[in-house]
């Protein structure tokens, strides 16, 4: 199995003070979809090991430990009553009783483990609590797994700003390629090298950053073919309370646009959050200063308010009293598909100005790592046929969200489940690839991937092999070395062996744009991820399969 590396037993040397009991015989697993299995429980630095001892069976389940995002345990106490045995018998006694461990999973899995001997329980969970939650980015698996199937010499990644420069010969007449970021100075969650307009030099863009949120200057992060148009994104301008310029900002988003010609900005905030971000220091572009350009507000809910959004929703979907006006209601307060609609109606507004208007677009927020992110993905799926493909959505993927500063390790730290009070985690990424979903649905011809990979990118940035995910951004990626030390998970999903399952087999491409529908009743519970371990759905995951397979055949009957 490639999952190990060689030096396995380097492994449990490191992480060996966190392990006092390794192997566990007669432990009973449940799990979902299945009949409980009885077996031997194994926990190493970065994965628990059942292998079912049943006979005629060699089924073995290997479960990343950062997938667990919390256990519950129950164990017969008998501590507080160690007085009235002997030690031999109390010792005895202690060993005689059983307990349980409940792990719920960020893949929304939940298993339970039924295991002999309290105090062996009570060792596995203690074992389990922290090696699930180690903070060390470089003590986490991927710098661990080595895959037979891939090489540490292959290219890492997919997609650059260099890139995409260079496929992009229409934007070399006004933009051009700068390195003023190459050691991180300017914007710590920006790649090195950007795209920005051609009259704008590097001191003018060092003197945007200082005007920025987090040093997040307007770069460019789309070009339309159609009509020379872009879509900008940033972080929000540091105007503060005392209505601060910034000329060399000015200039550089007049530079954006034709002197005779006019741009919007979308502003992922409402018109009050706005003012209430001015009296913290934060702000927006007033109409005096940025009189070329047109400002709309389209308040995205984040952070917080996001996850427990999530929470809700994860809750609604495990209620078991199949009581059908509980389910609504729940499914209403969660107010998850709110998010959903909001999301797919402002990506929307976003590419109509630039597609039907014929006008460039600045996004951002506040910082401009989240909801900017998220609307300016969804449009360039919308407009850009090449962000269709499979290849082409990996490399949008790695542009938009790795390369553009996502800070996975702190949005990704727990899921749904987790008991620990909430700090940074929320579900953007996931919330991305809900609401490509619904496009994926709403259009079944027009997206090159399947369900498939929706799915696993949505786990895979909770918990992976790979180091495509890890870290906050680039420069954190490069002092830990991920690139040199790490696989990268794009280009697996490339792989012949897995391209097949990821590519959608009844794509037809087109040129034109696809517009989603948000009305209420166009969008739909993400059935194949927040009801996946329910045996409807799985039903139903077979039956969709049987037809993808005979899809294919049908296909490959009709080349010969």
């Known amino acids: 199995m490639c999952i190990m590396r060689q030096g396995h037993k380097e492994e449990l040397m490191e992480f060996s003070e966190h392990i006092k009991t390794a192997n566990v015989e007669d432990v009973v697993l449940h799990q979902p979809l299945h009949p409980p299995s009885r077996g031997t429980l194994c926990i190493t630095g970065h994965h628990l090991l059942f292998s079912d001892r049943e006979e005629n069976s060699t089924r073995q389940i290997l479960l990343l430990l950062r997938n667990i995002d919390a256990i519950e345990k129950s164990v017969e106490n008998l501590l507080g009553y160690s007085s009235l045995f002997s030690k031999a018998d109390y010792s005895k006694r202690i060993s005689g009783s059983s307990g349980t461990i409940t792990v719920k999973c960020k893949d929304l899995r939940v298993l339970q483990l039924d295991i002999p001997g309290m105090e062996q329980c009570l060792n596995i969970a203690h074992s389990i609590e922290t090696l699930s939650c180690l903070n060390d980015v470089s003590e986490m698996y991927p710098f661990f797994y ?3 199937d891939l090489s540490s010499q292959d290219q890492w990644g997919l997609s650059s700003s260099e890139k995409y420069y260079s496929e992009h010969k229409e934007l070399h007449k006004r933009w051009r390629l700068s390195s003023v970021n190459r050691d991180y100075s300017v914007c710590p969650s920006y790649p090195p090298a950007v795209i920005v307009p051609k009259d704008i030099d590097d001191d003018t863009l060092k003197k945007v950053a200082k005007f920025r949120q987090s040093g997040r200057f307007p770069v460019l992060c789309y070009y339309h073919r159609k009509n020379g148009m872009v879509i900008m994104r940033g972080g929000q301008p540091l105007t ?3 209505r601060k310029r910034c000329r060399e900002d000015e200039l550089l988003l007049q530079a954006v646009i034709d002197s005779s010609d006019k741009g919007y900005i979308i502003d992922t905030r ?3 959050q706005v003012q209430q971000a001015r009296m913290t220091g934060g702000g927006f572009e007033s109409k005096s200063s940025y009189s070329c350009w047109k400002r709309l507000h389209r308040q995205m809910e984040k952070g917080k308010a996001l996850q427990e959004s999530l929470i809700k929703l994860v809750e609604a979907c495990g209620d078991e009293s199949q009581n059908m006006d509980r389910w609504l209601s729940k499914l209403e307060n969660s107010k998850w598909l709110s998010h959903v609609q909001t999301a797919l109606s402002t990506a929307g507004l976003l590419a109509e100005c630039v597609e039907r208007d014929g006008h460039s677009v600045l996004v951002h927020g506040s910082e401009g790592t989240d909801c900017t992110l998220l609307v300016s993905t969804l449009a360039q799926l919308i407009m850009d046929p090449c962000c269709r493909t499979l290849e082409g959505f990996l490399a949008l993927l790695e542009r938009e969200w790795v390369q553009a500063g996502h800070p996975f390790q702190l949005r990704c730290a727990h899921s749904a489940y987790s008991h620990v009070r909430l700090q940074q985690e929320s579900p953007v990424f996931l919330l991305l690839l809900d609401c490509v979903w ?4 709403q259009f079944p011809l027009a997206l090159g991937f399947s369900e498939a990979l929706l799915l696993r990118l949505a786990t ?9 995910f890890l870290c906050n951004n680039d420069q954190e990626r490069c002092a830990l070395g991920v690139k ?5 998970l794009f280009h697996s999903l490339l792989k012949p062996t897995e391209k097949e399952h990821y590519t959608n087999p009844l794509y037809e491409p087109t040129d034109l744009a696809i517009w989603p529908s948000v009305h209420p009743q166009s969008l739909q519970l993400w059935r194949g991820f927040f009801l996946r371990w329910t045996p409807q759905t799985r039903h139903l995951e077979e039956a969709q399969e049987e037809i993808r397979n005979m899809v294919i ?8």
């Open 484 to 488: 040199e030390k790490t696989y990268c």
């Open 146 to 148: 080595r895959p037979s």
């Open 240 to 242: 503060g309370a005392n």
């Open 553 to 560: 055949e049908w296909g490959k009957v009709a080349l010969s």
């Open 460 to 468: 895979e940035a909770y918990f992976s092999n790979y180091g495509t």
């Open 270 to 272: 409402s018109s009050q």
């Open 438 to 441: 619904q496009l994926w649905r």
